[in-house]
């Protein structure tokens, strides 16, 4: 069984701090991981891509990717009260177009003003 | 920007009876995909449609779902006799090309009574 793993929190950090949230996989075959961000009651939005080890960096965002360790996390600098959400890992387990993500449960943040 | 559309928001039907999501994906996106999230669980895979066929799907999709792709706009899910246990969030993702990332609707929300 493949499996997603995060914590489901709530992480919670003042306005204007560092957010570091993260996953782990169980699949070794993976080859693409998303963050996407989910508000209550509303879809998955995409956040940062990854497909190579390493840090990508995309405005306020940073995704890292541990592919030895089957880690990633992503960061939030200067984390804004509407940043509040709760932040879903997803995995790619197969390099295939077909491309099914496999979610974690999430992390629920939540930045204090 | 292009974004996929789902229809309709809230769908509330009595056990047993059929019912059918629609959802009509990016315009030029060539990969097709429905997923559900139960209240408070993980956003879960149900099925992957390509080239009018479908090319993965997932143990809860079994012979109760259906998907169609009738014209060259809209991607259908039929659920033929509904439980209460498929009350959920079902969220439609489209997705251009291969490794590329996958776009979600805004949901549906079936309430089985």
């Known amino acids: 069984q493949k499996e997603v793993e995060q914590n489901s929190g709530p992480l919670s950090v003042p306005e204007g701090a560092i957010a570091s949230l993260n996953c782990t996989y169980s699949?070794?075959?993976?080859?693409?991981f998303f963050w996407y961000r989910q508000y209550s009651g509303k879809s998955p939005e995409l956040i940062m891509s990854i497909y190579s080890n390493g840090d990508k960096e995309d405005g306020r965002f940073t995704a890292q990717l541990n592919k030895a360790s089957q880690y990633v996390s992503l960061l939030i600098r200067d984390s804004q009260p509407s940043d509040s959400a709760t932040y879903l890992c997803?995995?790619?387990?197969?390099?295939?177009?077909?491309?099914?993500?496999?979610f974690g449960t999430g992390t629920r943040l939540l930045v204090s003003p | 920007e292009p974004e996929v559309t789902q229809t309709p928001s809230h769908q509330v039907t009595q056990m047993g009876q059929e019912v059918i999501l629609r959802c009509v994906p990016i315009s030029n996106h060539l990969y097709f995909y429905w997923y559900r999230q139960i209240l408070g669980q993980k956003v879960e895979f149900l099925v992957s449609?390509?080239?009018?066929?479908?090319?993965?799907k997932s143990e809860i999709f079994d012979d109760q779902f259906s998907v169609e792709r009738p014209d060259g706009s809209n991607f259908t899910l039929k659920i033929r006799s509904t439980k209460l246990e498929d009350s959920a969030m079902y969220f439609c993702a489209s997705m251009s090309g291969n490794l590329d990332t996958q776009y979600f609707g805004p949901g549906t929300r079936l309430t089985v009574l």
């Open positions: 449609f390509y080239n009018n066929e479908i090319s993965e």
């Open positions: 699949d070794r075959g993976s080859q693409s």
């Open positions: 997803a995995v790619g387990p197969m390099n295939t177009g077909f491309q099914k993500l496999v």
